[in-house]
Each structure stands twice: as structure tokens, then as C-alpha cells.
């Protein structure tokens, strides 16, 4: 049993500074592309698609979307708002920033549900509790400033990327602290 502990655990570790390496090459490449209408509508599209495939390989390692039904749904739920955002992009980038926010308010809501049911097993979830909770009052701001009269860009997305990556990695970091510490107890 210690040794699939073990492998999940460098699975998760593993995992975490994946997402959080996939979150800084993003931010780089909305910075870079900007004020390219067409490259930030793919980076926008590809963001929320990412966060389904990433949420469907984890759950699938860790027992299946039967087995993580915070998972599954928040599955469900990226691909859905990847949907959206493909819609939102004809619309405006106001329509653009509020479904980024529903979805930031669902998937960080969902994550916060996931991170308290595996603490138990791995520890180190602490920080993605935080995460959750930070995402869900991330999606209320980005819904009020879609509300706003100044008109949104890609840019007003990075922060929430950014926490999201900063989270990520301390959660990669806490978990080989804690394997090391183990390893060496």
C-alpha cells in the first residue's frame, strides 16, 4: 500500500508543477500576444480545455471520474466553459470575462471540494484549498469588472492565471519538502 501511496504522491507532485508550468508558459504567451485579437482568442479557448484535460488525466490516475465526482464534474464544467468562451469571443471580451469568472467561481469551488477530500491521503492540500477558495473570489471580481465600462483584454485574465500558477507550484514544492522530510524521518 506505501508503494501506490508513494506513486500517487509523486503523481500528484508531478502533476501540480505540470499545471503550474502550463500556467507560466500561458501567462508568457498572453503578455507576448496581447494585442493579437486571434492568437489571445486561442489562448483564451485553450486555457478552460486544458484545465478538462488536466482534471480528466488526474482523475483517471487517482481511481477513475467515478471515484473523483469533483473531478468529473469539473470536467464537465471546463468543457462547457470552453464552449462558452468559443460563443463569448464573437460576442465581446466583456462576455469573454464574465464566463471566465462563472468558471472561475465553479472550478475553483470544485477544486476546494477535491483538495479536502484527498488532504487525508497526501497532506500539502492546504495550499490548494486556498487556491479554490482564492478562485471562486477571483471569478465574483472578474464578473463585476465585466460589469465595468472599460472594455477587458486578455490581460485581465493573467492574475487569476498567475495565482493559479503561483498555488501549483508551492503545492509541487510542499509535497517534495514532505516526501524528503519522510524519506529522511
Same mark, same amino acid.
Given at each position: 500500500?506505501?508503494?501506490?501511496?508513494?506513486?500517487?504522491?509523486?503523481?500528484?507532485?508531478?502533476?501540480?508543477?505540470?499545471?503550474?508550468?502550463?500556467?507560466? =508558459?500561458?501567462?508568457?504567451?498572453?503578455?507576448?500576444?496581447?494585442?493579437?485579437?486571434?492568437?489571445?482568442?486561442?489562448?483564451?479557448?485553450?486555457?478552460?480545455?486544458?484545465? /478538462?484535460?488536466?482534471?480528466?488525466?488526474?482523475?483517471?490516475?487517482?481511481?477513475?471520474?467515478?471515484?473523483?465526482?469533483?473531478?468529473?464534474?469539473?470536467?464537465?464544467?471546463?468543457?462547457?466553459?470552453?464552449?462558452?468562451?468559443?460563443?463569448?469571443?464573437?460576442?465581446?471580451?466583456? /462576455?469573454?470575462? =464574465?464566463?471566465?469568472?462563472?468558471?472561475?467561481?465553479?472550478?475553483?469551488?470544485?477544486?476546494?471540494?477535491?483538495?479536502?477530500?484527498?488532504?487525508?491521503?497526501?497532506?500539502?492540500?492546504?495550499?490548494?484549498?486556498?487556491?479554490?477558495?482564492?478562485?471562486?473570489?477571483?471569478?465574483?471580481?472578474?464578473?463585476?469588472?465585466?460589469?465595468?465600462?472599460?472594455?477587458?483584454?486578455?490581460?485581465?485574465?493573467?492574475?487569476?492565471?498567475?495565482?493559479? =500558477?503561483?498555488?501549483?507550484?508551492?503545492? =509541487?514544492?510542499?509535497?517534495?519538502?514532505?516526501?524528503?522530510?519522510?524519506?529522511?524521518?
Amino acid at each position: 500500500m506505501q508503494n501506490q501511496s508513494s506513486t500517487q504522491s509523486n503523481w500528484l507532485r508531478s502533476y501540480y508543477f505540470g499545471r503550474a508550468i502550463f500556467s507560466i =508558459a500561458w501567462i508568457a504567451a498572453a503578455i507576448l500576444f496581447s494585442g493579437q485579437s486571434h492568437l489571445t482568442a486561442l489562448l483564451l479557448v485553450i486555457y478552460p480545455a486544458w484545465d /478538462a484535460l488536466a482534471n480528466l488525466v488526474d482523475a483517471r490516475f487517482n481511481g477513475g471520474l467515478k471515484a473523483n465526482s469533483s473531478q468529473a464534474l469539473n470536467v464537465v464544467v471546463s468543457t462547457i466553459t470552453t464552449l462558452a468562451v468559443i460563443v463569448a469571443i464573437s460576442n465581446s471580451t466583456y /462576455a469573454v470575462l =464574465a464566463v471566465f469568472g462563472v468558471w472561475a467561481i465553479l472550478s475553483g469551488l470544485l477544486q476546494l471540494y477535491t483538495a479536502v477530500r484527498r488532504w487525508r491521503h497526501y497532506g500539502a492540500q492546504w495550499v490548494m484549498i486556498l487556491s479554490g477558495a482564492q478562485s471562486a473570489l477571483a471569478g465574483g471580481f472578474m464578473i463585476s469588472r465585466s460589469l465595468g465600462s472599460a472594455a477587458p483584454t486578455i490581460l485581465d485574465i493573467t492574475p487569476y492565471v498567475g495565482f493559479g =500558477a503561483f498555488y501549483f507550484l508551492l503545492s =509541487a514544492i510542499w509535497l517534495v519538502v514532505a516526501a524528503y522530510r519522510n524519506a529522511n524521518a
